[in-house]
């Protein structure tokens, strides 16, 4: 195993203060936790928004806190997730009286863990609301969850929420436009190489040299088939087809896609992918009216991509082009 | 070799398409050509930036395109110069009737591409001049440079002359502010594994288990010595002891820093080593003003990280800190 670090027991404390270091007009950190606040919180009166879990799909979820997206990311270690007294100290934080919405991904430990947080919130008087995103169709359980896991369409579901706190809307109507988010966002992955675990140094699978891992999650676990590796083309033909026939999508949708790196694959071969989507969304007279490609929800250092669609309306469309200013994703600049 | 693409021969030409595809509010291509533009051209009257190379190396340079950077970017195929008359195209782009600074790295192809192709863009009546960026420290030659070679300070170039171009200051004033920042920024490089050039298939080098390269360039040409895989501690010192007494740095010198990863190295691992940075420069009493920590200059997939430093003055400093908003960087953001 090679790493970038210091030992396996201090890289995650280590990265957030790293993290701090490089992003000081966004984020601070509550003092004694793995929690990352705004640098500049939000005014009083407006929902809270707090995201996390285990560490390793960096820039998620501390590169997503500030103006018109998050409030708080809890960091647990690599893989793992955040312990209840930590997801209840970013609640603490980015509760501004308005309530806090707890963005999870559907993971058994993150869920379990965040209902805790959030019961001990409610008994400190906060109001919280908690949403559960199960964007992944490559399986319907996994050795990590009970139903569809929750990978890159979270980073959606952050931003749509997120862009509707900030215009002051109350906890219940953030909640449901979090929840028309996670109704239609759809994505799939696959992985060229696996990734290492720094407390396990080993791969957590292996893949021979003409092969790619199909329908694989976040956290190195497998996917559904292994198979040959294929062109952009037909990997991309492949996971939009899934993703397409799951929704189901039709003619005339307008869509938002994201084209998301799992850790090392360059942002040249993420181009060439979002070119395929464009095509496919030509060819099948669906609009693609945003496309966001790089590396948002990673697994490491593993190498592959996975592709996310959501269907847009006109309110889904105008809170994902709303203005935001986060180390990751910073839109609707005025400059001089 | 596992790349997501559908030939190494469309490879690049497919991700230029699909960096438009990505970035439409920010790029647009010049039809025919490998050369992306700015979407809204600068006003007339304002000096030109163009900085190119080989491909591979993204986000550079196409994601330094826009407003306060970069007006055109060339890209060669991976790994090599762009052809004149391809540069020659970017000139034209880039020219709003005040002259074109052409920023290059120092490898003698692109040396030698732009240096033709700036004299036929001066043949046509356009006011051209050239710098060139040699920040490695690693090595004083190379096999692809008569000199050092220009790494990740590039970028730190392609910032701070594009704020002054922006401001409207004239090409010899763009030209001596671009050779200010070169004359101080230095950068070193180390890499945990090669990279594959698509239309080689093979790595350019191999290290054992417990191995790393220092000194490597961003081509995957051979570094200057295979060491042991040490801490991140460790490979801080030893970066940034070499940079410093290259320039050579003292106590009180305020500095902006680069934490760049080659690619495959996740941000995690980057953001470990930025705080790294920051205890060497507390520990030499050099204030750090400024952290970039993340991937801006790449070498495909290879795994490993540079480090640059740039000493400040109040120019630089200010130059640094104005507005831009491109692909890769935005900063400046006012949000309502």
Redesign the interface.
């Known amino acids: 195993m090679?790493?970038?670090?210091?030992?396996p027991d201090t890289?995650?404390a280590?990265?957030?203060?790293?993290?701090v270091?490089?992003?000081p007009q966004y984020l601070k950190q509550v003092p004694g936790t793995h929690v990352l606040t705004r640098a500049t919180p939000k005014p009083a009166g407006r929902v809270g928004l707090v995201s996390g879990g285990g560490?390793?799909h960096?820039?998620a979820h501390a590169?997503y806190v500030g103006?018109?997206m998050l409030d708080a990311a809890v960091a647990g270690e690599?893989f793992t997730s955040p312990t209840p007294d930590q997801v209840l100290e970013g609640i603490r934080v980015a509760d501004h009286g308005a309530g806090v919405l707890l963005v999870v991904k559907n993971y058994t430990g993150d869920v379990m863990n965040f209902d805790i947080a959030r019961e001990l919130a409610e008994a400190e008087g906060i109001k919280v609301a908690t949403v559960v995103v199960n964007d992944d169709v490559a399986v319907e359980n996994s050795s990590f969850t009970t139903g569809r896991r929750g990978i890159a369409g979270t980073i959606f579901v952050h931003k749509i929420a997120g862009a509707l706190a900030e215009q002051g809307a109350s906890l219940e109507e953030v909640e449901a436009v979090a929840n028309r988010v996670i109704a239609h966002v759809r994505s799939m992955g696959f992985a060229?190489?696996p990734c290492t675990v720094p407390q396990a140094g080993q791969p957590t699978f292996t893949l021979a040299?003409?092969e790619?891992e199909m329908g694989i999650g976040i956290h190195g676990e497998p996917g559904i088939e292994r198979q040959k590796?294929r062109?952009?083309?037909e990997?991309a033909q492949s996971l939009l087809e899934k993703i397409a026939m799951d929704l189901p999508l039709k003619a005339g949708d307008h869509l938002a896609c994201m084209?998301n790196g799992m850790?090392?694959?360059?942002?040249?071969?993420?181009?060439?992918?979002?070119?395929e989507?464009?095509l496919w969304s030509k060819s099948h007279d669906m609009p693609?009216d945003v496309?966001?490609?790089?590396?948002f929800m990673?697994s490491?250092?593993m190498?592959?991509?996975s592709l996310t669609l959501l269907p847009l309306d006109d309110t889904l469309r105008t809170l994902l082009a709303a203005?935001?200013?986060t180390p990751q994703l910073?839109?609707?600049?005025?400059?001089?």
Request: glycine share 10%; charged share 20%; with cysteine.
């Open positions: 090679k790493k970038i670090m210091n030992s890289l995650v280590e990265a957030l203060e790293g993290l270091i490089s992003f560490s390793g960096e820039p590169g103006y018109g690599v060229l190489e040299d003409d790619i590796l062109s952009a083309h990997l084209v850790g090392a694959t360059p942002l040249l071969e993420l181009a060439a992918l979002a070119r989507v464009s693609l496309v966001w490609t790089g590396e990673t490491l250092e190498a592959g991509a203005p935001c200013d910073r839109q609707g600049v005025h400059h001089d």
